[in-house]
C-alpha cells in the first residue's frame, strides 16, 4: 500500500496547494484506491459502539480490500470524482456516509446499500460511491459536474467543475450531489444514521439520544410545533462527548456534525438564516431558521 501513498503525494500534492494540474489516465486507479482506503481507515477510528450500530461499514468490505491489496484497483461498483473545495485554509477531512438505493414506492431498505466518501485535503475535493449490494449498483453523475476519476477513459484535467464549499460541503458527504442516470433510483443517506429512533417530552422539552448512544440531549418542543408548520430550525447542543450540529426535519431531527465545541460553533455560525432565541424551562435557547 505504501506505493499507493507515494503516487497519491507525487500526484495530489500540487492540487492540494490549489496549482492547476493533470491526473494521468495511468494514475487513476492508484488515487481511487487510495481515496477508498483512507476513507475505510478512518472509520475504523469510530468506536466499537458506533459500528455496531450501524455507523461505520460492514466488516466484509475490509476484507474485500485487503483481498485485492496487490491489485491497485478500487473495489467494484465503485465510482470517484474529482473537485475543487474552497474553505478554511488547511482544512481537512474524511467523511464516509452509508447509503440507500431508494426505488419510488418501496419502502427504505433496513441496511445501507452503499456509501459515500468524501475526502477534503486543502485545494483538492475527491468523492466517491461505492455499491455494496449486487444488483443495486447505479451509475452515477455528481451535480457539481466534477470530471470522473475512475472509471474513467481520459487523464482530468484539474479544476473543473463547480467549487464546492463549505456550506454545501455537507450536503455533499451526505451523497447530495450524487444522481442516478438512467431509472427512477435516488440515494440518500441512510436514515438510521442520519435520524434518531425515539424521543421522549420532558418538561416542555424534547429528549432524544444523543449519537453516543450514552447521553441525552433535550430541545424545545416549540421547534417541533414548528417544524409540523413546515418551518425548519438549525441549532447547536452537546453531550459530555461531542458537541453536535442540528436540524429539525419534519417529524424528527437530523444530526448533522459532531466533533469539538469551536469547529461546531463555526459552523453554526456560517449558516444563513434568521437567528431566534427561543425561552422555556431548560432557559435561553438559540436556533437558526432554516431557509425554506
Ligand atoms: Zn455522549
Not at 503525494?9 to 495511468?26: F, H, K, M, N, S
Not at 474524511?94 to 452503499?114: A, H, K, N, S, W
Amino acid at each position: 500500500m505504501s506505493n499507493l501513498e507515494a503516487v497519491a503525494q507525487r500526484v495530489l500534492t500540487p492540487l492540494i496547494l490549489d496549482e492547476p494540474g493533470t491526473i494521468a489516465l495511468e494514475d487513476q486507479a492508484a488515487i481511487a484506491t487510495w481515496v477508498q482506503k483512507t476513507a475505510l481507515t478512518a472509520m475504523l477510528l469510530s468506536s466499537k459502539e458506533q459500528r455496531e450500530n450501524g455507523y461505520g461499514l460492514a466488516p466484509s468490505e475490509y476484507r474485500a480490500l485487503y483481498e485485492r491489496r496487490e491489485l491497485v484497483q478500487p473495489l467494484d461498483f465503485s465510482q470517484f470524482w474529482v473537485g475543487r473545495f474552497e474553505g478554511v485554509k488547511g482544512f481537512s477531512a474524511v467523511r464516509v456516509t452509508p447509503l440507500t438505493v431508494r426505488i419510488p414506492d418501496f419502502p427504505e431498505p433496513p441496511l445501507p446499500q452503499g456509501y459515500a466518501m468524501t475526502i477534503v485535503l486543502g485545494a483538492l475535493l475527491l468523492h466517491g460511491v461505492r455499491f455494496t449490494t449486487p444488483g443495486l449498483q447505479a451509475d452515477t453523475t455528481t451535480e457539481l459536474g466534477m470530471p470522473p476519476l475512475w472509471p474513467s477513459e481520459t487523464s482530468v484535467m484539474w479544476p473543473a467543475g463547480q467549487t464546492c464549499t463549505e456550506k454545501s460541503l455537507l450536503a455533499l458527504a451526505d451523497g447530495g450531489t450524487l444522481r442516478a442516470t438512467g431509472g427512477e433510483v435516488r440515494l440518500q443517506p441512510w436514515s438510521h444514521a442520519a435520524h434518531l429512533p425515539q424521543s421522549a417530552f420532558e418538561n416542555g422539552a424534547i429528549k432524544v439520544p444523543a449519537l453516543c448512544r450514552k447521553h441525552d440531549i433535550y430541545y424545545p418542543a416549540a421547534l417541533l410545533q414548528e417544524a409540523h408548520q413546515g418551518r425548519f430550525y438549525a441549532f447547536m447542543t452537546s453531550c459530555e462527548c461531542s458537541a453536535y450540529l442540528i436540524h429539525t426535519d419534519s417529524d424528527r431531527i437530523r444530526f448533522r456534525a459532531a466533533g469539538e465545541p469551536e469547529g461546531i460553533a463555526a459552523m453554526y455560525a456560517d449558516m444563513v438564516g434568521d437567528e431566534f432565541l427561543i425561552e422555556d424551562q431548560i432557559g435561553e435557547f438559540a436556533c437558526k431558521r432554516l431557509p425554506a
